[in-house]
């Protein structure tokens, strides 16, 4: 064996592995949260979104999160979603990418991109930097899906319900691909998919819901509003 060619193709090796750590490694990764007031306490759901920019060389891509909508079970059948999207005509999608950049800027804590690994601490979510929100009368038929205003839940959920609190905190990042929690990085939440009984039916289902509660995808697949993997 030639031992000459170890310690370049060990180098290559380093170098090859580094790269790809740099190019997939999430850019930041964040909590969003909300609680919300209910007839039967405080209520409070949360789920960790990753933010990926477009490392690759080719620069044909643009930045995506991945991530889970947020479920809260109210009781009683009364359920509330927090989807993957900003509210407009067509809904922006993109949005999410940059929620806690924005609401880390709102609460006075302007920093850039490139930076947001670095933050630390809770900052709130709110006017327009708050996500869509949806409930359904019925969690089986995609058809009952509604959209709801962060002022209006009292009047669709019933008194007693009111929006206490969205917040976001921007938590570990990890090493790609050892981010499996606690040390090593926060995981993205999963786990949208068992909440929604229809998800795995023929027809797009998801592209129902959204019709049903007026919401418009415009040319993105409906299913990214609530899942982004």
């Known amino acids: 064996m030639n031992f000459k060619w170890i310690g370049p193709l060990a180098l290559l090796a380093t ?41 690759g060389y080719s620069r044909a891509g643009h930045t995506i999160m991945r991530g ?15 989807l993957l999207a900003h509210a407009d005509k067509p809904l922006d999608f993109d949005g999410m990418n940059y929620l ?11 920093v850039s991109f490139n930076e947001m690994a670095r933050m630390t ?14 409930t359904f009368t019925d969690l089986a038929d995609p058809a009952t899906m ?7 839940l009292q009047a669709v959920l019933g008194a007693g ?3 206490r609190d ?19 990085g926060a995981q993205v939440t999963r ?13 797009d289902s998801a592209a129902v819901a959204l019709a049903a509660a007026g919401l418009n995808s415009g040319p993105v697949d409906a299913k990214e509003i609530f899942t982004r993997k």
């Open 15 to 55: 170098l090859v592995i580094g790269d790809q750590v740099r190019i997939h490694r999430p850019g930041h990764k964040y909590r969003l949260a909300i609680e919300l007031e209910t007839t039967s306490g405080t209520k409070s759901a949360s789920g960790v979104m990753a933010v990926f920019p477009d490392r």
């Open 68 to 82: 889970d909508a947020l479920f809260l079970d109210l009781g009683a059948g009364k359920n509330l979603f927090v």
């Open 100 to 110: 806690a950049l924005r609401a880390y800027g709102a609460a006075g804590r302007r």
């Open 121 to 134: 601490g809770v900052v709130p979510v709110t006017g327009a930097l708050i996500p869509v929100f949806a």
């Open 146 to 152: 509604r959209a709801v205003r962060s002022d209006e």
């Open 161 to 163: 319900f009111a929006l």
């Open 166 to 184: 969205v917040s976001v905190e921007v938590v570990p990042n990890g090493l790609w691909p050892l981010d499996f929690g606690g040390a090593l």
């Open 191 to 203: 786990g949208i998919e068992a909440k929604l009984p229809w998800w795995n039916t023929r027809g």
